[in-house]
């Protein structure tokens, strides 16, 4: 649980440095529901590089 909780931490920092404000609640609420976030946008962008992380993971790769 550890891992999957600091994915989606480090996604949400990392995202903030390109401009993307979402909350780590924020991201948790969109996983969940999928609609009516404030901002889908956001939260679907650090979505993706929490699955590009699990990705890299998954395959050996960093």
Known sequence: MFVVMF????STLS???E???STLEDVLEFE???EGHRKPK???EIVNY???MNYGNDAGIG
């Open 7 to 10: 994915a989606r931490h480090e």
């Open 15 to 17: 995202s903030q440095v």
């Open 19 to 21: 401009g993307t404000h």
């Open 32 to 34: 969940v529901s999928g």
């Open 42 to 44: 956001d939260a679907q």
């Open 50 to 52: 929490v699955r590009a």
